[in-house]
């Protein structure tokens, strides 16, 4: 198994969120004002970029036949206004005749409510009843293509209620694996020192009381100090 293996791994297994993998990430990779369709969603795999631009759709069209087995979809748009990219059409097709695990839609989508009724695992910018065209027009800037492929295809995709997390290329690595880990221990302690110690937010958060009160936790906790003595946005 491979770093990026290990890390989708752990993710799925652990039902990493969003808001974990950002903090693993120093607070970075959200796509902005990317939502859910549908609520009680968590998915997580590697990326597949499709791109869009100038109110056309047609490109989607062409290159969503690409896409294989258990990728996540982003479909990047360029120039395409506040136009709907693509409806409960596509976005059945990728999902169940393609396999997608995801549709990410870097703009919005329409057809909302037979999207939500069969609980198409689709995220996007927002929704409109306006569509784009399903004729040709001029392609995705190239350079901008090209910019993005070499971020984000392949990369891995973290999508849940919160919206979508990217760990982009550069950033799949032992160091964001060791990150991940070291959240889910922070996030077991701190909750211990909330439910059971009954200690206040800042106590936990910010004083980080845990690291000299040892005598309170248990001796798995007590390991676990040993990877959280660093704040994590050192490493």
């Not at 549908?38 to 896409?67: K, L, M, R, W």
């Not at 901008?144 to 950033?171: F, P, Q, S, T």
């Amino acid at each position: 198994m491979n770093i990026k293996e290990h890390i989708i791994s752990f993710i799925k297994n652990n039902r990493v969120s969003t808001t974990e993998v950002a903090d693993a990430l120093s607070k970075t990779g959200v796509m902005a004002d990317v939502l859910p369709v549908i609520d009680d969603v968590h998915e997580v795999g590697p990326i597949h970029c499709v791109f869009t631009a100038n109110e056309s759709n047609y490109q989607v069209h062409e290159e969503i036949n690409q896409v294989h087995e258990n990728e996540i979809i982003i479909v990047f748009t360029d120039n395409c206004g506040e136009r709907a990219i693509l409806g409960d059409l596509v976005s059945k097709y990728a999902l169940l005749y393609r396999g997608a695990k995801a549709l990410i839609v870097d703009g919005k989508v329409r057809d909302i409510a037979a999207i939500k009724r069969s609980k198409f695992k689709v995220w996007c910018k927002g929704t409109s009843p306006i569509g784009c065209f399903n004729i040709e027009a001029d392609k995705f800037p190239q350079q901008k293509r090209a910019e993005l492929m070499a971020k984000y295809n392949g990369a891995i995709a973290v999508c849940d209620d919160g919206g979508v997390v990217v760990i982009d290329n550069e950033h799949i690595n032992e160091k964001v694996l060791q990150n991940l880990h070291r959240i889910e221990m922070q996030e077991d302690i701190w909750f211990f020192c909330l439910d059971t110690l009954k200690w206040d937010t800042k106590k936990i958060v910010c004083d980080k009381a845990y690291l000299q009160e040892t005598d309170l936790l248990s001796s798995v906790h007590i390991q676990q100090l040993k990877e959280l003595n660093k704040p994590l946005d050192d490493t």
